[in-house]
């Protein structure tokens, strides 16, 4: 699978099978995505990742704090939607509806996947110090999707959720991050199971809305 497949193919998936993925693959996978780029070759992410019964027990505690409807605040502030400007907006309630139309009667799937933590059988989080600028938001991106991207590649599916994020106090009970580390962003990898959702393929605007190449 070339760079251009793995694009393609990549997407959210939001059910994972109960199959782990062994420890050399997400080792490789880890390996790959340190060849992203970032400012100076600051490389400022770490990553943890719980499997087996630790990636159990921390989908546990999260489904319980899900369904006591504790509010989620994650290390990195979130915005509100209007903050992002009007095509971002207008973008992510088009996601939205689609992925409601496309889901029918089926439609609880995405709340329940969301508190289940997808099943996810690996939880990568991905952290970077606390006070890093701004700009090392843009590295952990990289990192992020060449992650994805190499897991893809690898034949393994992937899942980037705020969701994973949401409620880090949890998280740093389970896991060693020191509190000078912000969690930025999880990553769910495992193997894509069969429920309706994973079967959603979000679309993307038109190259035109995109993209303007100037030559005087
Ligand atoms: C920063 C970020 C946060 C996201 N958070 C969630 C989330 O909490 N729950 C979820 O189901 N999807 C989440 N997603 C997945 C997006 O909805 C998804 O990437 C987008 O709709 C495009 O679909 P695709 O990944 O299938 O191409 C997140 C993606 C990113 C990049």
New binding site residues.
Partial sequence: MNVSEALEA?????YFEDKQVPEETLRAIVKDAQWAPSWANAQPWKVYIATGDLARKIRESHLQNAQRGLRGRSDIETGHRTDWGRKAYNNMGH?SDD?QGYLGMSVRE?PM??AEL?DAPAIAYLTMHQDSPEWSIYDM?AF?QSLMLAAKERGVDS??????V?YPEAIRKFLPIPQDEAIV?GIALGYADGRKING???DREPLENVLTIANK
């Fill in positions: 990549r997407r959210s998936i939001r996601w992925l995405f996947s969301q997808f991106g992020g899942m980037a959720a705020y969701e994973i949401k962003m959603f393929r979000s």
